[in-house]
């Protein structure tokens, strides 16, 4: 294992700095990020951040498995939001099939999909404020956090690794009670983010330890390839689901927050009015909810209901060859991108016209995130640090892949 | 669903923003175009990839001025064997392009968007770990992904899904 040894080394610049090694295993890394930081006492002098440590090269895995196979793999990559991911690639897919898709399903991905920004926005917000001391906070988020996980679990039967959606529409039905669960959620969220904020927007401590730390122009955050609300709290007013709508994001009206002062205080508040603002869409999905199929009608390539491929011999054999031999795409390449709660999520599929996708690559926001923390953070105090990191909310699954 | 088939001539697509900067600059630059499923690439000549990216980040009429993503495709055993893809935003216009270097498996070098997009240091760093792309100019290429001590460049396709046992 060649992380055991320190690579990449950083020569201390002069005889007054000299190098500290961060993580892999700190608790505030949130995950296995290691940083390396060269410091002049308190102060950062340069810092470069060792990634690698989770990487699993699921881009080759997904060259080896069908299509329908490589949904699952999608969850893995950011495990905070396991369905923005099944979406992304679902759409890249459905892009290169040229599928068209029933609003029932689509509408459906955009519940699912603003619930799981909040899931993960819970997460962060929860983990970032304990990094910085506000032990509270992570107990509130984890409570409503919890309530989605169990949705997730109602329509999924799993909490986390959900592979929910299918090429061509969504596995199943929501069950019974679902939407009336969401409803209910809808209802007393907006109370909960108030909880929040009263423990936070105006707590002098969190002021002070976000307030004018880690600033980035809008410039640097463009250039760096900053996306989401790293970027928008950076006074860039760009939002994938806005400017170039996906899933008919087109027809929903809400906000996208932007904060101008491009400091860490700036980035939580564009986070939690997304909070706000995603509980808004999940609240006119649920009214304006169409009826209809959840799949699209192309039995070549989406699986039969139980029932018919039980009763139906041209269904069975639809199945049969579906899951033996897959479905053979054309040939061609899309990029397809979506917002995904940390930026733009990216799918660059080439298909060579057989039912396993030649190259499969991912764009990860994270990945490109994470280059703005040594332009956040040098020169700048060893403590601001860890409010860096919890900033640009990095999920290092996502970054390793 | 029937898919309305590629464009790939080069008198339909000029009035494409990139197209249309890009052949004023220097038509030689642009060794094919293809328009397939409402996304335009455009086939750069190796040297001018950069400043190709210069001049479509500074265009007034559309500038792209986002570096969206870089990545690689390998077409083993054909030649030329890898092609490097940029996936280029203007964030004004809503418009993306991608651009395409084709490169022979005898010389595996590109010159480096860091000049440009400091953004396209992890991307590049990226590609050369996983297809082994050297990208000249850029100022810290090392692996990044895989170990320090690797070899071999594990997403090319002769490289095999389980690894060297």
Not at chain 1, 131 to 137: K, L, R
Not at chain 1, 159 to 187: N, W
Not at chain 1, 234 to 257: A, C, I, N, T
Not at chain 2, 72 to 93: A, G, Q, T
């Amino acid at each position: 294992m060649a992380h055991m040894t320190p690579t990449p080394v950083l020569e201390p610049g002069q005889d007054r700095t000299m190098i500290l090694n961060m993580g892999p295993q700190h608790p505030s890394t949130h995950g296995v990020l290691r940083v390396l930081l060269e410091i002049d006492g308190e102060t950062v002098v340069r810092l470069m951040p060792d990634i690698g440590y989770l990487h699993t090269g699921i881009e080759k895995t997904c060259e080896a498995k069908f299509y329908q196979q490589v949904v699952p793999l999608t969850d893995r990559i950011d495990y905070l939001c396991p369905m923005t991911n099944n979406l992304c690639y679902v759409l890249a897919v459905e892009k290169l099939l040229g599928l068209e898709i029933p609003p029932k399903a689509q509408w459906l991905r955009v519940l699912l999909n603003e619930m799981t920004r909040i899931n993960s926005h819970l997460v962060w917000l929860g983990t970032h404020a304990m990094d910085i001391g506000a032990m509270t906070v992570f107990l509130y988020c984890f409570r409503e956090r919890e309530e989605i996980l169990k949705m997730f679990e109602m329509v999924s039967g799993q909490r986390m690794m959900t592979s929910y959606f299918r090429v061509g529409g969504i596995a199943l039905e929501p069950p019974l009670g679902f939407f009336d669960r969401v409803r209910d959620f809808a209802g007393y969220f907006p109370e909960k983010v108030d909880e929040y904020e009263n423990l936070l927007t105006g707590n002098p401590i969190w002021l002070m330890r976000t307030k004018g730390v880690a600033r980035m122009t809008a410039e640097d955050a463009i250039g760096l390839g900053a996306t989401g609300p790293t970027l928008r709290g950076s006074g860039v007013d760009f939002d994938l689901r806005r400017d170039m709508p996906y899933s008919s994001y087109e027809k929903f009206q809400f906000k996208v927050p932007v904060s101008q002062e491009g400091d860490v205080f700036a980035r939580y508040m564009c986070r939690v009015q997304e909070l706000r603002e995603s509980i808004g869409i999940v609240r006119q999905a649920l009214d304006g909810m169409p009826e209809g199929p959840i799949k699209a009608d192309a039995p070549h390539v989406v699986l039969p209901d139980r029932e018919k491929m039980k009763t139906q011999m041209e269904s069975l054999i639809y199945h049969f060859k579906i899951i033996t031999e897959g479905f053979a795409v054309p040939a061609g390449e899309v990029y397809q991108a979506i917002e995904s709660p940390r930026g733009e999520m990216g799918y660059y599929i080439v298909s060579d016209g057989t039912a396993k996708p030649y190259r499969v690559h991912m764009r990860a926001a994270c990945f490109a995130n994470l280059q703005t923390l040594a332009t956040m953070c040098e020169g700048r105090l060893l403590a601001d640090v860890v409010a860096a990191i919890g900033s640009i909310d990095i999920v290092l699954g996502e970054i390793d892949r | 669903m029937p898919q309305a088939p590629a464009i790939t001539d080069l008198e339909q697509l000029k009035n494409h923003p990139a197209v249309a900067r890009l052949s004023a600059w220097n038509a030689a630059a642009i060794q094919g175009v293809k328009f397939d499923r409402d996304e335009m690439t455009i086939y750069v000549e190796r040297g001018s990839i950069r400043e190709a990216c210069a001049l479509l980040r500074e265009d007034a009429a559309c500038p792209f001025n986002f570096l969206s993503d870089i990545t690689c495709v390998d077409w083993y055993p054909n030649e030329p064997r890898f092609e490097v893809i940029y996936h280029l935003l203007s964030m004004s216009k809503k418009e993306r392009v991608r651009l395409k270097v084709r490169l022979e498996s005898s010389s595996t070098a590109v010159e480096s968007l860091t000049s440009i997009w400091p953004g396209a240091n992890y991307f590049e760093r990226e590609v050369f770990d996983l297809f082994g792309i050297r990208f000249t100019g850029h100022p810290y290429l090392r692996r990044i992904l895989m170990p320090e001590d690797w070899e071999g460049y594990p997403l090319r396709k002769d490289y095999p899904v389980e690894g060297y046992r």
